[in-house]
């Protein structure tokens, strides 16, 4: 059965366990009576075959040869001890071969001779009635027939002792049902009381600061302490999600304060009527200015906040040469426009296990980055390798590059060396190709370029796709 058919299901936990209760009940009940019921009629059998093969005894003991003549006599007390509340019949039957020494000469003959003291009992039927017959065998001599005792009874009392039996067998599993019938549902909304309990906790929430305040897992039975475990651990990536989503607003909103008053203040210059046409060209530039700078700041929120909810795919064999190429080309025009040359060095091609659009994105920000902090008419290097069986993508500029203390800080979202203050951006870039390096599992490295100048030392980032996810 499907997840959603469970929780669908319109059964509560209380009647299921009622009805796994009450069926396991039944079926011990059936499996008891049908035990029951052979081993009352094995204990009546057994009781009254006993009673039945002493009457033959006390006939089969009587049964004397002299001189070559049988005898016997009849105890007076041989059938007496068959007299029984039910009044059965009793009959017997004493032959030696085929002449009958005494008892009922028309008797059922029985088809197997016994061994010396030995009783065979059987079911037989006689003047139209079923009985029960125990034979027993006496061997006078060796060279004389066997003396065979017959002695039966009819089986009322037999009946009536099983029924009495079975009667009170059904008598106490119907007394042990109603009785667990009637315990079964406070059992049960006892057992269910936890549940209760961690429902009630749930309820007591508000929407406040407590809200994501994990259960208490240590009270609670060992079933539910899984569920539990689970439930918070949904609360903190729940807590985690709406923290960033605050944090990503209220950032989000400081941002866009800047250009946005920049833009109103041009626009309101370029709308007054005693300014040259010069002031008002160069106001609405400014306005031009102005909207690129809050598109491309809101393209990053956008991109940060794709980022960071991004799930993972399954990755797939990506040749690197190729898309680092495709990605700068994308780029090529707006380095254009500031005079940097994109120089791109690999020596053969390089296959990496990666989600491709994953890796775009990142490259994507870096060569932005690149292009907005590097130096006009200077260039970047874009490099792809192996380097001790890993793949890995280098992006190198000549602008001024980032302190080796603050390489750290530079991840953060909206952090900016206090040496950008009066340029434009968003320190967005980098934490957006932190957030997406977590996701993919490539390791970020900052380090010093190889091509700048003492002014202008270089940025030198360096991915890398970590061992066992690189092929040939």
């Known amino acids: 059965m499907r997840p959603d058919m469970v929780l669908g299901a319109r059964w509560s936990l209380a009647r299921r366990q009622l009805v796994v209760l009450v069926s396991s009940l039944t079926g011990v009940a059936l499996l008891l009576g049908l035990s029951g019921s052979w081993y009352i009629h094995n204990f009546a059998e057994r009781t009254s075959d006993r009673v039945l093969r002493a009457s033959a005894n006390a006939v089969s003991e009587t049964v004397t040869l002299e001189r070559g003549r049988i005898s016997l006599e009849v105890p007076p007390g041989a059938f007496g001890m068959l007299e029984d509340s039910a009044r059965d019949n009793v009959y017997y039957v004493v032959r030696s071969g085929r002449q009958i020494i005494t008892g009922y000469a028309d008797f059922p003959v029985a088809a197997t001779m016994p061994a ?11 003047l139209g009635q079923n009985v029960r017959v125990a034979t ?111 944090e990503f607003t209220a950032d989000a909103s400081h941002q866009m304060r800047t250009p946005l008053a920049a833009l109103r203040a041009h ?53 690197l040469n190729a898309l680092v190429a495709e990605t700068a080309r994308e780029l090529a025009p707006r380095a254009i426009r500031r005079g940097i040359e994109i120089h791109f060095d690999a020596d053969s091609p390089v296959m990496a296990a990666i989600d491709p659009l994953i890796l775009a994105e990142m490259l994507g920000n870096l060569i932005d980055n690149a292009i907005h902090y590097g130096r ?35 991840f953060q979202r909206f952090h900016r060396l206090p040496r950008d203050y009066d340029t434009h951006g968003s320190g967005l870039g980098l934490a957006i190709v932190r957030s997406l390096a977590d996701t993919a599992g490539v390791r970020v490295e900052l380090g010093d370029g190889a ?22």
């Open 116 to 126: 010396p003291d030995e009783t065979l009992y059987r079911y037989d039927r006689y």
């Open 451 to 472: 091509n700048g100048g003492d002014a202008s030392p270089g940025l030198l980032v360096r991915l890398t796709i970590p061992d066992g996810e690189a092929q040939l």
């Open 136 to 246: 027993q065998a006496r061997y006078l001599t060796d060279n004389h027939l066997p003396v065979v005792v017959e002695v039966a009874e009819t089986l009322d009392e037999r009946g009536l002792l099983e029924r009495r039996m079975l009667t009170g067998l059904v008598a106490l599993e119907i007394a042990l049902v109603a009785f667990a019938a009637l315990l079964i549902r406070p059992a049960v909304n006892w057992g269910l009381q936890p549940l209760t309990r961690l429902r009630l906790a749930m309820d007591a929430r508000k929407a406040n600061a407590d809200v994501f305040v994990p259960l208490d897992a240590t009270q609670a039975p060992w079933e539910l302490r899984g569920l539990i475990e689970t439930f918070n651990n949904l609360l903190q990536r729940l807590n985690h999600t709406t923290r960033r989503v605050r």
């Open 267 to 319: 626009l309101h210059l370029a709308r007054q009527a005693d300014i040259t046409e010069a002031e008002r060209q160069t106001a609405l530039a400014e306005v031009d200015a102005s909207a690129d700078r809050l598109q491309r700041l809101l393209n990053q929120l956008l991109a940060l906040a794709r980022s960071e909810n991004v799930l993972k795919q399954a990755a797939r064999s990506v040749e």
């Open 376 to 410: 006009e008419d200077g260039c970047i290097i874009l490099r792809v390798l192996r380097d001790q069986g890993e793949a890995v993508i280098e992006v190198e500029d000549d602008g001024p590059g980032i302190p080796p203390d603050q390489r750290t800080t530079v």
